[in-house]
Structures are given as structure tokens and as C-alpha cells.
């Protein structure tokens, strides 16, 4: 088994503390990913299952379709990439890519865009979603007893000029994604589930991956590929 821990200025490392050492060593290499780190982590697989809620929710997700958060599309055996790249952005904060890229039907991509940074006011990693960093949410990070991520979203918050709000939970769902490696294996796996507190389950997945760690030599963000970047930048967490 190898894998190197993560230097302690990572973000997860920050949000986790002590509990990030808990963390399977290759989890911790994964999490790692921070401008300082000097590397990437790119992962390449397959989602054994890709599925949505009722059909009613359809035109939920074609909403979410618009700014890369959800769409309505689900099957099996779809192949994926999942891109981390480290920057640092407008407003000088350490910020890491976590874009999903999914072939859903040949010549058809959809795409999970957000990027992460650590917010001290917050104590935890505040995720943004979609292209235009419009809508955040703080992160519950849970290290379980196997040495995989729980990872919990929190309540929606939408930005945009003067405009700023938290999104009725009526309106939204809670996301919990599980991450752990298969040593017998030498994969990741993943699973995740997106579900409102009225309607229930409204989108999810899961498979498994391998990864890369391209190395990164600069905290401007010259190295991360074109399109990764959000087209717009939100300083309010």
C-alpha cells in the first residue's frame, strides 16, 4: 500500500484535524490536493449506476442542468472523470477544483462543476456549486471507522449582486457522498445520494476509480486545465 499524507495546510487536513491522520492513506494523498502540495489528483472510472428520483423531478434537474450542478440524464456503467486542481483565486484564497465529468450517452458529457476553499469564519470547507460560484454550502466531514470520508452538505446559499439568501431546505437536498479505498483491489470508491427532507431521493451514484497526481508547480493556476476554473468568483461563503 502506498501513499503520501497530506501537508497540514490542506484544506480537509485543516477542516478534520487530528481526524485527518484517521483517514486511509491514500484518502489523505486524495484530500491532499492543495496549492502548497504540488500536485493534482485526476481520476478516471466508472459509475456502475447513475440514477434520479421520480419523474416529477426531472425538471428540477434539466434546471440544474444550466449551471452544471444536476442533470436528468441516469444509466449504468457510465464512464467518468473526477479533476482536482489547485489554485489560488481572485481573492487570494487557496481553492481546489472537484469537477465531475460524466459520458452519459456517447458525444453527450454533463458535468458537476464546483471548487472548494477553506473558510475560517466557517471552521470548515465551504463548497461552491456550478460555473458561476452563485450557491455554496458548508461541509460535514465525518473520518469513519474504516478510514473513509463521510462528507455532508449543509444548508444552500445563494449569491448574486446585492442578493444573498439561504435557499428554504424545501427547495434543495442534502448531499452525502462516501469515499474509500479498496486496498485488494487499488481502487476508490464512491457513492452518493442527493435527497430532499420532503420529497426524498432526487439524484445519486456510485462506482468506483483510479487516480493520477500530475505535478502542479504554480499557485496562480496556469496549470488548470481551460474550463475548470468558475466563470465567476464569489468572495461571500
Given at each position: 500500500?502506498?501513499?503520501?499524507?497530506?501537508?497540514?495546510?490542506?484544506?480537509?487536513?485543516?477542516?478534520?484535524?487530528?481526524?485527518?491522520?484517521?483517514?486511509?492513506?491514500?484518502?489523505?494523498?486524495?484530500?491532499?490536493?492543495?496549492?502548497?502540495?504540488?500536485?493534482?489528483c485526476v481520476g478516471r472510472g466508472v459509475f456502475t449506476e447513475v440514477r434520479r428520483g421520480a419523474l416529477w423531478t426531472v425538471p428540477f434537474l434539466k434546471f440544474g442542468a444550466f449551471r452544471n450542478i444536476l442533470f436528468p440524464e441516469h444509466g449504468r456503467n457510465v464512464?467518468?472523470?473526477?479533476?482536482?486542481?489547485?489554485?489560488?483565486?481572485?481573492?487570494?484564497?487557496?481553492?481546489?477544483?472537484?469537477t465531475r465529468t460524466l459520458e452519459v450517452r456517447p458525444g453527450r458529457p454533463r458535468r458537476f462543476d464546483a471548487t472548494m476553499v477553506f473558510s475560517k469564519r466557517r471552521g470548515t470547507v465551504v463548497d461552491y456549486l456550478g460555473t458561476h460560484q452563485h450557491l455554496a454550502t458548508d461541509l460535514e466531514l465525518a473520518v469513519r471507522e474504516d478510514g473513509s470520508?463521510?462528507?455532508?452538505t449543509g444548508a444552500l446559499r445563494f449569491h448574486e449582486g446585492p442578493v444573498s439568501f439561504t435557499v428554504p431546505r424545501l427547495l434543495t437536498g442534502t448531499a452525502d457522498l462516501y469515499e474509500a479505498y479498496d486496498d485488494e483491489r487499488q481502487v476508490y470508491t464512491i457513492q452518493l445520494q442527493v435527497r430532499n427532507p420532503v420529497f426524498g431521493f432526487l439524484f445519486g451514484y456510485r462506482g468506483e476509480f483510479t487516480c493520477t497526481f500530475p505535478p502542479v508547480t504554480s499557485t496562480d493556476g496556469p496549470e488548470v486545465p481551460a474550463g475548470l476554473r468558475p466563470v465567476r468568483e464569489e468572495i461571500r461563503d
Open positions: 500500500m502506498s501513499g503520501n499524507p497530506a501537508p497540514p495546510t490542506s484544506m480537509f487536513a485543516r477542516a478534520l484535524g487530528s481526524d485527518f491522520a484517521r483517514l486511509h492513506p491514500m484518502l489523505q494523498r486524495r484530500f491532499g490536493v492543495d496549492p502548497e502540495s504540488g500536485y493534482a464512464p467518468f472523470t473526477i479533476e482536482n486542481y489547485p489554485y489560488v483565486d481572485g481573492f487570494g484564497r487557496p481553492t481546489v477544483t472537484f470520508l463521510h462528507l455532508r
